[in-house]
């Protein structure tokens, strides 16, 4: 879900003047101790509490995606979505509903209606989107399990940013029953923890399986690492050289020979074009309100109303087939999972605009192709985290947790 300008209307700046955000902590709502929904204390997850991004019914309590309009309009849910019931069946009390980015359209952590989701470890950086909420709650101990979504790498950019393991799951390996749609073509299902057995007792409550052998070799795509600066890029190649000589998978990178730079463009071009596409189709109703939607989301929805959404489903279709062919014999491709380390809260309006277009392009290809995708806290790149990203073919969650960890 691509990422928020930090110029928002509730917060305008000039272009070249920094301006901090109002920040806020990670619940819209926080469960009593004494009154957590599940807690029946059997299962896998017996003890772990769940942070609920405010995308999922929780039974009893409304959907407000991070905007107040629809919050407002919101019934009161009935029951609880596939995903929050999964985690309750295998033991997990739910902690409280966590806030997201506005209409989880970003990847940034900061909401135009709220402010920005305070950093609990690393004051004054982003927490990262749009799961942001989720992510800061885990971060700070008030949770041990963030459940959110990931339609452009909402799951893994704040894993990155805040040194958390982070999974989207294969993309409709999880019943989207009771969870508010971005862009259903690539919504998946994501989960975060600060323990990896946290993160897996997770992953299989919601179903992931351990299909597929055991991975024959690593892939880097090298036509993506220009994306990412100095002296992140050096982490990353030395962590993931560490990672497959660890558990023994030769590691290559990918050349030009085979996806070019520009047919990565080609590819992210068409992908945001239908992401842009089905959030219009979900929102556009918000558009007729007036100041519903904050100026910066306004325009992302409004790209999406005159897409050329055939063409776009055939480029992507190709897309998906070239990806699925490197996986094709057991491998799994490892990238960064983000561009950089965390930014800092005030950057200016121009460099966040930069430092997103570098990180979506190395998050669209696990929704493009439906696959899952890891976020693994092993990098530290200038005293910071940031996350090496594997991903596998659709039905191999549990492969990539069991590599990583």
């Given at each position: 879900m691509t990422a928020t300008s930090h110029r928002h209307a509730d917060f305008a700046a000039g272009p070249d003047v920094r301006t901090d955000p109002p920040q806020t902590g990670p619940w819209r709502m926080r469960f009593a101790e004494d009154a957590l929904p599940g807690a029946h204390g059997i299962g896998p997850l017996a003890g772990v509490r769940v942070?609920?991004?405010?995308v999922f019914a929780v039974a009893g309590e409304r959907i407000g995606a991070g905007n107040p309009t629809v919050l407002g309009n919101a019934g009161i849910e009935s029951s609880h979505s596939t995903a929050v019931q999964a985690l309750v069946d295998a033991g997990a009390t739910l902690?409280?509903?966590?806030?997201?980015?506005?209409?989880?359209?970003?990847?940034?952590g900061v909401n135009a209606h709220e402010g920005a989701i305070a950093n609990p470890t690393r004051p004054g950086f982003l927490v990262g989107g749009s799961s942001s909420g989720s992510a800061a709650a885990v971060v700070a101990g008030e949770a041990d399990l963030g459940l959110g979504t990931d339609t452009a790498g909402s799951i893994r950019v704040p894993a990155s940013y805040?040194?958390?393991?982070?999974?989207?799951?294969?993309?409709?390996?999880?019943?989207?029953?009771?969870?508010?749609?971005?862009?259903p073509s690539f919504d998946a299902v994501g989960i975060l923890a600060r323990d990896v057995g946290v993160l897996s007792s997770a992953a299989q409550a919601l179903g992931a399986t351990d299909a597929g052998a055991p991975a024959s070799r690593m892939l880097i795509p090298a036509a993506l690492l220009d994306l990412v600066e100095q002296p992140a890029r050096a982490a990353f190649l030395a962590a993931a050289g560490a990672l497959?000589?660890?558990?023994?998978?030769?590691?290559?990178?990918?050349?030009?020979?085979?996806?070019?730079?520009?047919?990565?463009?080609?590819?992210?071009?068409?992908?945001?074009?239908?992401?842009?596409?089905?959030?219009?189709?979900?929102?556009?109703?918000?558009?007729?309100?007036?100041?519903?939607?904050?100026?910066?989301?306004?325009?992302?929805?409004?790209?999406?109303?005159?897409?050329?959404?055939?063409?776009?489903?055939?480029?992507?279709?190709?897309?998906?087939?070239?990806?699925?062919?490197?996986?094709?014999?057991?491998?799994?491709?490892?990238?960064?999972?983000?561009?950089?380390?965390?930014?800092?809260?005030?950057?200016?309006?121009?460099?966040?605009?930069?430092?997103?277009?570098?990180?979506?392009?190395?998050?669209?290809?696990?929704?493009l192709a439906g696959l899952p995708a890891l976020s693994v806290p092993h990098l530290i790149a200038a005293d910071a985290p940031m996350g090496l990203g594997l991903l596998g073919a659709p039905g191999e969650d549990l492969k990539l947790i069991r590599l990583a960890s």
């Amino acid at each position: 879900m691509t990422a928020t300008s930090h110029r928002h209307a509730d917060f305008a700046a000039g272009p070249d003047v920094r301006t901090d955000p109002p920040q806020t902590g990670p619940w819209r709502m926080r469960f009593a101790e004494d009154a957590l929904p599940g807690a029946h204390g059997i299962g896998p997850l017996a003890g772990v509490r769940v942070a609920v991004k405010d995308v999922f019914a929780v039974a009893g309590e409304r959907i407000g995606a991070g905007n107040p309009t629809v919050l407002g309009n919101a019934g009161i849910e009935s029951s609880h979505s596939t995903a929050v019931q999964a985690l309750v069946d295998a033991g997990a009390t739910l902690a409280g509903i966590a806030r997201t980015d506005e209409l989880a359209f970003s990847i940034a952590g900061v909401n135009a209606h709220e402010g920005a989701i305070a950093n609990p470890t690393r004051p004054g950086f982003l927490v990262g989107g749009s799961s942001s909420g989720s992510a800061a709650a885990v971060v700070a101990g008030e949770a041990d399990l963030g459940l959110g979504t990931d339609t452009a790498g909402s799951i893994r950019v704040p894993a990155s940013y805040c040194g958390l393991w982070g999974l989207r799951l294969t993309h409709g390996a999880v019943g989207m029953e009771g969870l508010r749609p971005l862009a259903p073509s690539f919504d998946a299902v994501g989960i975060l923890a600060r323990d990896v057995g946290v993160l897996s007792s997770a992953a299989q409550a919601l179903g992931a399986t351990d299909a597929g052998a055991p991975a024959s070799r690593m892939l880097i795509p090298a036509a993506l690492l220009d994306l990412v600066e100095q002296p992140a890029r050096a982490a990353f190649l030395a962590a993931a050289g560490a990672l497959a000589s660890r558990i023994g998978l030769p590691h290559t990178e990918l050349g030009e020979v085979a996806w070019s730079r520009g047919e990565l463009e080609e590819w992210f071009v068409s992908f945001r074009a239908i992401q842009a596409y089905e959030a219009w189709q979900v929102n556009h109703e918000l558009l007729d309100i007036d100041g519903a939607i904050s100026a910066d989301i306004r325009s992302r929805i409004l790209a999406g109303q005159n897409v050329d959404a055939q063409l776009h489903r055939s480029v992507l279709k190709e897309a998906r087939a070239a990806v699925l062919a490197q996986l094709d014999g057991d491998a799994v491709l490892c990238l960064p999972g983000t561009s950089t380390t965390a930014p800092e809260l005030g950057v200016s309006h121009e460099e966040q605009e930069r430092l997103r277009a570098g990180t979506l392009r190395l998050t669209f290809l696990a929704a493009l192709a439906g696959l899952p995708a890891l976020s693994v806290p092993h990098l530290i790149a200038a005293d910071a985290p940031m996350g090496l990203g594997l991903l596998g073919a659709p039905g191999e969650d549990l492969k990539l947790i069991r590599l990583a960890s």
